[in-house]
């Protein structure tokens, strides 16, 4: 079975200011991992991935995460929020090579203030 | 147009009553899912289809019947609503199992209100 932790519920910070939303992971099998952004009172969209590969991936809006594998951890980062980047970002793990069961962490809140 | 499309977007319902929520996929997936999103905001897969074969039952009430008429759309019929029923449902597609299932699409969701 696999599982997601958020470590932070709620994450408050500046325009401009760099910002990394926390992930790790447990799993027995091998994983690809994601993290989705929800904009309020809408649906899920796909921010980026990891398959296999360079541990590091970039989304197209300035957002990278970094897989390490010994620390199973996936966190987000971004050098320079705006205030556009406010939403709710999900964290979320499916095992390689299967159907795409996603199992979600319970999602962070990122709160831009100017 | 819309990827993945689910309808109402919003509804309003009565403890008791009988309701369907209706989603449709216009990408060619094979398979089809149904998420619950608690008022906390956590996501939680019910069921999953692959070419209307049901592949993934959650421990689900059996209130909830999904159905796949095909494999381009994926009913939620739900019986005897619940208070608890309330939450927002997403719909999602994804191609299938395998290396080319790396990603799924989600639609706007149904925001359910049990009264």
């Known amino acids: 079975a696999q599982s997601v932790t958020q470590l932070d519920s709620q994450v408050p910070v500046f325009e401009e200011a760099p910002v990394e939303l926390r992930c790790n992971y447990s799993?027995?099998?091998?994983?690809?991992l994601f993290w989705y952004v929800q904009y309020p009172n809408q649906g899920l969209q796909l921010l980026l991935k990891?398959?296999?590969?360079?541990?590091l991936v970039e989304s197209i809006n300035g957002f990278e995460a970094e897989f390490n594998k010994s620390q199973t951890s996936f966190h987000l980062r971004k050098p320079s929020v705006h205030i556009s980047d406010t939403a709710e970002y999900f964290c979320?793990?499916?095992?390689?090579?299967?159907?795409?069961?996603?199992?979600f962490g319970a999602g962070t809140r990122l709160a831009v203030h100017p | 147009d819309t990827a993945v499309s689910q309808t109402p977007k919003y509804l309003v319902t009565q403890m008791g009553n009988d309701k369907s929520i209706k989603c449709e996929q216009n990408?060619?997936?094979?398979?089809m899912y149904w998420y619950k999103q608690d008022s906390k905001k956590f996501l939680k897969i019910m069921f999953s289809?692959?070419?209307?074969?049901?592949?993934i039952n959650e421990t689900v009430p059996n209130r909830f019947s999904p159905k796949s008429p095909d494999k381009a759309h994926l009913n939620l019929h739900i019986n005897s609503l619940e208070l608890g029923d309330s939450a927002v449902y997403f719909c999602?597609?994804?191609?299938?199992?395998?290396?080319?299932?790396?990603?799924?699409?989600f639609g706007q969701g149904t925001r359910l209100t049990v009264v």
């Open positions: 979320a793990v499916t095992p390689a090579g299967g159907y795409n069961k996603l199992i």
């Open positions: 990408l060619g997936h094979d398979t």
């Open positions: 289809y692959n070419n209307k074969e049901l592949i």
């Open positions: 990891y398959l296999s590969g360079s541990t």
């Open positions: 999602a597609s994804s191609p299938g199992a395998g290396v080319t299932n790396t990603e799924a699409f």
């Open positions: 799993s027995s099998v091998s994983v690809y």
